[in-house]
């Protein structure tokens, strides 16, 4: 099973691109790599996801080297309401794998 | 807008009482999911149902069990809360075409803080 690695906090300060590293070295060739975003007092909600390269959407980058080892979620010209909790979740089809990881809290000062 | 409601945001339980947790959806996913949320260990998943009268164990199984009898409502059961239950836990549903598909969006609830005394 694939398990996930991501750094427990993280500081920046407004207006500055932030990237969080996930590393989940077992992964699968089904397992998609998906990150999400949670609030207090709120249950997570989806941000992005990806199998492999390069995907964009309008709040965030997700690259994912060729090997797949570990992507990084990257958050362009953060802003105080991108203070959160991060999530990397690693699943696939089927239902051998759905193992997020622990967190990363990002606090974005002004 | 798409919702999952759990049925408390807080609960106070005792040691040795038999404990429910109500999940309902309404966007006629066929897959939900219970998690446990403690500080330092993310989520974690108890267990998940990918049909009505279905489920499947997660990563933390011991101690809980699950209902699912009708397809927008998911039920999480300790039999016996302990103290170490006392955890947040978060409700989500998702949907399948034709498989279960685990990396599908999940659409989580608020929580429910249970604490156990």
């Known amino acids: 099973l694939a398990k996930t690695t991501q750094p427990i906090s993280m500081d920046s300060y407004e207006g500055q691109e932030v990237n969080i590293t996930c590393s989940h070295n077992n992964i699968a060739t089904n397992d998609y790599i998906t990150w999400y975003q949670q609030f207090p007092s709120q249950g997570p909600r989806f941000i992005i996801q990806?199998?492999?390269t390069k995907v964009t959407n309008e709040v965030a980058s997700l690259f994912i080297p060729a090997d797949r080892k570990s992507s990084t979620l990257s958050l362009p010209r953060v802003s105080l309401s991108d203070t959160a909790v991060y999530y990397c979740?690693?699943?696939?089809?089927?239902?051998?794998?759905?193992?997020f990881g622990k967190g990363t809290m990002l606090l974005v000062s002004p | 807008d798409v919702k999952v409601t759990q049925s408390s945001r807080y609960l106070v339980k005792r040691t040795g009482e038999k404990v429910f947790l109500e999940c309902v959806q309404d966007?006629?996913?066929?897959?939900m999911f219970w998690y446990r949320q403690d500080p330092g260990l993310g989520l974690r998943l108890i267990y998940f149902s990918y049909d009505v009268k279905m489920k499947e164990k997660g990563d933390i199984p011991e101690g809980y069990s699950v209902s699912r009898e009708k397809k927008e409502r998911f039920s999480l059961i300790l039999e016996s809360a302990s103290t170490n239950q006392t955890s947040m836990y978060l409700c989500?549903?998702?949907?399948?075409?034709?498989?279960?598909?685990?990396?599908?969006?999940?659409?989580f609830g608020p929580g429910t803080r249970l604490t156990v005394l």
């Open positions: 989500a549903s998702s949907r399948s075409a034709g498989g279960f598909y685990g990396h599908n969006e999940q659409f």
């Open positions: 966007m006629d996913h066929e897959n």
């Open positions: 990806g199998y492999k």
């Open positions: 979740l690693v699943a696939s089809s089927g239902y051998s794998t759905l193992t």
